[in-house]
């Protein structure tokens, strides 16, 4: 009789069902579809492609144009079914089971899952009240610990506050860990603040971007591991040979041909984030619902709430879902009437709070 491994028989699906509610501000999702212009593009490539051939393994013309977009070299790119994906295939392969890999927390859940899966002895570092990171503990922890991998998001998804650039060096440069900086937010922060410019000077730098957030690809999975040559040789040596297929690689490569709107879409989005970051810190002035509303950096507002639990069940009651993090909400910024919808539904809850 086949007997399941316990850890395999203990795991569950991250989700029971598709979330159903009629306003999703969960997932940081875009709340823009891609133009017409863009789609009947995609639509014409497609019906061109050879259906009945492989894929590219090595993406080719999807990272040059993402290369060219944000002014790396295109040697220095893999693509991958997203960057989830690639977390996983990095984590799989960089360090061995039972090596030590250092997370930070609150931060982006799927470190610390692909670790467990993978059997990484994981070190959680918490962040401080505010949920600032300390460089400095990282790097004692590190060099105490003999951790190979460090990983973390920057700007952070769930709290939505950024390292500055130079921190970040700081702690690349004084640590033999390999660094897994995820900067799928950058673009709604500052691109200034990215280390993509400086990648190829470090042999312990790996930094993942994505097309589901500021460039609103989420449905087709594309996301981008960007690091030097050396580094850039293993993933590409490891990953699933045929991990893109022809169709994402084709709708990818569209995409890039229009970075005028790709600009101009992440302003809007920046813009709308602001106009409802600034509209929940008014309500909570009136309110007091929350203890704090967070500056975003992200395509999110965090608030802090020891109610988190029963507001985001009486927002689910009226169709709207957020990100539940149990002391704080994440709310994803989207459509205007969307906005203004989970910011009166917040208004009429506070009161049925205090009741
Ligand atoms: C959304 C998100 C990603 C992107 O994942 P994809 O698999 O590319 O859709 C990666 N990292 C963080 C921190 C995210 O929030």
């Not at 602001?274 to 509303?293: A, S, Y």
Request: charged share 30%; with cysteine.
């Amino acid at each position: 009789m086949y007997k399941l491994d316990e850890r395999l028989a203990k795991l569950r699906p991250p989700v029971s069902k598709p979330n159903e509610c009629k306003i999703r501000l969960d997932a940081n999702e875009s709340y823009k579809n891609l133009p017409d212009y863009m789609i009947e593009d995609i639509k014409e490539m497609i019906g061109n492609m050879e259906f009945n051939r492989y894929p590219d393994p090595f993406s080719t013309t999807l990272c040059e144009g993402f290369a060219n977009y944000y002014g790396v070299k295109p040697e220095y790119v893999t693509a991958g079914n997203g960057s989830d994906e690639l977390i996983s295939t990095i984590n799989a392969n960089f360090i061995t089971k039972g090596e030590k890999m250092i997370v930070v927390s609150p931060d982006f859940a799927m470190y610390q899952f692909y670790g467990e899966l993978n059997e990484k002895d994981i070190i959680k570092i918490e962040k401080d009240e505010d949920f600032r990171i300390d460089i400095d503990e990282i790097i004692n922890t590190c060099r105490e610990s003999g951790a190979r991998l460090i990983c973390f998001s920057n700007p952070c998804n769930p709290t939505s506050l950024g390292v500055p650039r130079e921190e970040v060096i700081r702690l690349v440069n004084n640590v033999d860990a390999l660094v897994i900086l995820d900067e799928a937010y950058m673009d709604f922060w500052d691109n200034k603040q990215s280390l993509l410019d400086v990648v190829g000077d470090f042999d312990n730098l790996i930094i993942l971007r994505t097309c589901s957030k500021a460039l609103g690809l989420a449905a087709v999975r594309i996301g981008f591991a960007v690091a030097n040559e050396t580094l850039t040789t293993v993933i590409k040596s490891v990953k699933a040979q045929f991990n893109m297929n022809t169709v994402a690689q084709i709708i990818g490569t569209a995409l890039f041909k229009y970075p005028d709107h790709l600009e101009e879409n992440t302003r809007e989005i920046i813009e709308a984030r602001d106009k409802l970051q600034e509209m929940l810190m008014e309500m909570n002035e009136k309110t007091g619902i929350f203890t704090k509303v967070y500056e975003s950096n992200n395509n999110f507002v965090m608030v802090k709430t020891d109610d988190a639990d029963i507001i985001c069940q009486k927002l689910r009651e009226r169709s709207i879902s957020v990100a539940n993090h149990h002391t704080f909400i994440r709310i994803t910024v989207g459509r205007d009437w969307e906005n203004e919808a989970v910011v009166k539904a917040l208004d009429e809850i506070s009161e049925e709070l205090k009741a």
